[in-house]
């Protein structure tokens, strides 16, 4: 059976998800807030896994309580903290508490996060696991063993159009589409000529992309972003449009940006729709929808 | 080039030399010559450290290649010097540490950490190039090991995190998978990187490690 999010997928229609990023800790009571702010607001919702290697409540409890306060979850895997066979016994567990889709990633560096000296596991990594998920379906594990009652997943991955260089990056999208890959949410885009560049070469395959949007909150940040996170570009002409904005102004600029991006990629059918990422103010996802016309 | 060490610090070395104070110190004349960890020159300063720290050198030795059968040899004609101390200092690679520990009964402790498997890609720059992961893919990477050169050990390509064809953990490092793709794009063998490659089998490396050449 499809799920809500492959029909929106399937619809046509401009999809929009958007993320939920778990506490550190056991007061989920933002995350609920952050859950009912959006769950009619967007498609569906992704819960990250521990993002930027930094230790959290788990993507899978975030995912249930977004099914449990009706919402549409999008689960986070990273290969970085499980072996296959945690990998594996988690996908059969999300199954069985009705999450259906399922976002495949390498994930981050351990050194990058708040537990340094960690092991890194990465026994396999995003495209195995992609290809796990689908063997998983067939009604067996990666040791070649039959399941009792198999597991049914709309499964995706990410891709950077803004890696550089490109070409190697390219290349793994499409062995990602090759192992299974239904949909890719992108890395934050900020220069929409290089997306619709990259939406060129991505129209040839029957996949669904979702453009990345990264709220930018300060041309600080957006400077910060373009300087130290890997993949991430943010062209002078928007840091400068942050500078310019009037003094406490920076934030609700930064929410016209993303707005006024999504309604372009909108307008022109560019992409399939759109990921906004807020980073730890999901309250004012709202704010950026209403920006975009939504 | 093989064994990558780097001698531990002084503290640690004083600290594991707690109550041993007739030290008998051994250098390697191979690797650790080479890392300049424990040549000639490594040993004598050792020796003059310890001496200030009033510790008693009962004497030394630089031993050509501390992991080979001479070591046994090198051991007998100083075994003079070596009964009369309370302990034996190895600066060399762990194997040379084990292998001494082969034939003397008295506590054996390295002053060096071993690294890596590598080589010297230019004077006093090394860098590793094998895990001895027990299945070697180099075949389908243009030589360039995804298992050491990329801090994740990715087989089908890089992560996310590379950015301008550096390493996402270190900057100053060439992303691995940048460096496959161009060698394999210049041999024209893209459709390498283009196939699947399937989960590691991580048990092609038996823990503890043993072979019998027949």
Avoid at chain 2, 124 to 130: K, L, P, T, Y
Avoid at chain 2, 158 to 170: A, F, H, L, R, Y
Avoid at chain 2, 174 to 201: F, H, S
Wanted: glycine share 8%; aromatic share 6%.
């Amino acid at each position: 059976m499809a799920t809500r999010f492959k029909e929106a997928l399937n619809s046509g229609k401009f999809v929009i998800t958007s993320e939920i990023g778990p506490p550190k800790g056991t007061n989920i009571e933002k995350m609920h807030h952050h859950i009912d702010l959006l769950k009619d607001r967007v498609v569906a919702m992704n819960v990250t896994d521990h993002q930027s290697s930094v230790m959290r409540f788990p993507s899978i409890g975030g995912c249930l309580a977004i099914k449990e306060r009706g919402g549409e979850p999008i689960l986070q895997m990273t290969c970085r903290d499980r072996n296959r066979l945690a990998l594996q016994a988690e996908l059969l567990f999300a199954y069985t508490r009705g999450v259906r889709n399922v976002l495949c990633l390498t994930g981050d560096a351990v050194p990058v996060g708040d537990h340094k000296e960690a092991k890194g596991v990465f026994d396999l990594d995003s495209l195995q696991l992609l290809r796990t998920i689908r063997l998983l379906e067939s009604g067996k594990d990666l040791g070649g063993n039959d399941l009792d009652g198999a597991v049914e997943f709309c499964a995706g991955a990410i891709v950077t159009p803004e890696a550089n260089p490109i070409e190697p990056q390219l290349l793994k999208f499409e062995k990602k589409i090759e192992v299974g890959a239904e949909f890719f949410q992108t890395q934050a885009i900020y220069d929409l000529d290089n997306f619709a560049k990259f939406m060129k070469f991505a129209r040839q395959f029957s996949v669904k992309i979702l453009a990345g949007i990264v709220l930018l909150t300060s041309a600080r940040m957006a400077k910060y972003m373009t300087e130290n996170v890997p993949g991430i570009f943010v062209p002078q002409n928007l840091i400068d449009e942050l500078a310019a904005a009037p003094k406490g102004e920076a934030l609700n600029k930064g929410i016209e940006i993303a707005g006024r991006m999504i309604a372009a990629l909108k307008k022109d059918s560019v992409c399939d729709g759109v990921h906004v990422m807020a980073i730890g103010r999901e309250e004012l996802v709202p704010d950026i929808l209403a920006a975009a016309g939504f | 080039m093989k064994s990558i060490t780097k001698q531990k610090s002084f503290d640690e070395i004083k600290e594991q030399l707690e109550g041993l104070d007739k030290v008998y110190v051994i250098g390697c004349g191979t690797c650790a010559t080479m890392t300049k960890t424990g040549g000639i020159e490594e040993v004598q300063c050792m020796k003059d450290r310890l001496q200030e720290l009033g510790k008693i050198v009962t004497g030394s030795t630089v031993i050509p290649t501390a992991c080979d059968e001479m070591t046994e040899v090198a051991l007998k004609e100083n075994n003079g010097a070596i009964n009369s101390s309370s302990c034996i200092l190895v600066m060399s690679c762990a194997l040379g540490v084990h292998k001494v520990s082969c034939y003397i009964d008295k506590p054996v402790i390295p002053a060096l950490d071993t690294l890596f498997i590598g080589l010297e890609d230019e004077p006093g720059n090394f860098h590793e190039v094998c895990a001895q992961c027990g299945h070697c893919v180099l075949g389908q990477t243009a030589g360039i090991c995804p298992l050491t050169a990329c801090h994740k050990g990715l087989l089908n390509g890089p992560c996310g995190g590379t950015n301008k064809g550096k390493c996402e953990v270190d900057i100053t490092k060439d992303c691995a998978w940048t460096l496959i793709y161009q060698r394999l794009e210049a041999q024209g063998r893209l459709d390498m990187m283009r196939k699947y490659q399937p989960p590691k089998n991580f048990q092609a490396t038996p823990r503890p490690r043993t072979i019998k050449i027949a």
